[in-house]
């Protein structure tokens, strides 16, 4: 797709490059490289796209990952359909990607001079409603195909139907004491090289007068367990 040189540029530019996390399969990257090829005023299906995250419990999903017995692989994310889980809260925005993209430093008729505009970073923060064992995260995205016209593995607003896409599962190290009305807070990275993409995360608890409980190691520092490369 980065590479193709066509005979003439597109009015409409398709893709199906989105994954559970909305952007884990290098859509932005693989877009940025081919909307070289939209006439001037051409759109992009998909439009955009969102990735969302919550704290989850799963003992199930907890123990699958434990059984291997490494680092690498509570360093790695999961594509997986929940079905013996428990989300504290409903998931929040982390970051979106929007396309054609105008925001980065990209020539019209041209490949991107590097790949930071594509950096992400995110903090949120959840309050607990009851006591709970935290075992991970859970990642969803939703889209905006064209106008309107949405697609989503979001739980408030999934696309009826649709099983193309199951959400993406985060593990951590530790599984974390999340008491009562703490605040759970979630750091995201997404991050690049020359050569690769890849995700950082860690989990940060705060009783509920403020006072730190729980902080995990940053997972997956550099890449070192899990990235995708370009």
């Not at 932005?28 to 704290?55: H, R, V």
């Not at 998931?91 to 019209?108: E, M, R, V």
């Not at 020359?194 to 997972?219: D, F, R, S």
Request: charged share 20%; proline share 8%.
């Amino acid at each position: 797709m980065r590479k193709w040189s066509p005979p003439t540029k597109c009015d409409i530019l398709v893709s199906e490059l989105l994954g559970s996390f909305g952007d884990n399969e290098l859509s932005p990257e693989c877009l940025d490289g081919a909307q070289k090829f939209i006439k001037e005023g051409g759109i992009s299906i998909p439009a955009n796209y969102t990735a969302f995250a919550s704290p989850l419990a799963s003992t199930r999903l907890n123990n699958n990952v434990a059984a291997y017995k490494d680092l690498e692989h509570y360093e790695t994310p999961y594509v997986v359909m929940f079905q013996q889980v428990c989300e504290l809260a409903p998931p929040k925005a982390l970051w979106s990607f929007q396309h054609p993209n105008t925001q980065g430093d990209i020539p019209a008729d041209g490949d991107p001079m590097n790949n930071l505009h594509n950096v992400r970073y995110n903090h949120v923060e959840f309050t607990a409603k009851h006591d709970m064992i935290m075992n991970g995260i859970a990642g969803y995205f939703e889209s905006v195909l064209y106008k309107d016209v949405m697609i989503s593995i979001r739980p408030k607003t999934h696309s009826p139907g649709m099983f193309s896409w199951f959400p993406i599962y985060f593990p951590i190290r530790t599984p974390v004491q999340v008491p009562k009305d703490s605040t759970v807070s979630l750091q995201f990275w997404r991050l690049t090289d020359a050569k690769k993409v890849w995700y950082e995360w860690t989990v940060t608890v705060q009783g509920k007068h403020g006072e730190e409980m729980t902080t995990l190691p940053i997972h997956n520092v550099s890449g070192r367990s899990y990235y995708v490369g370009l």
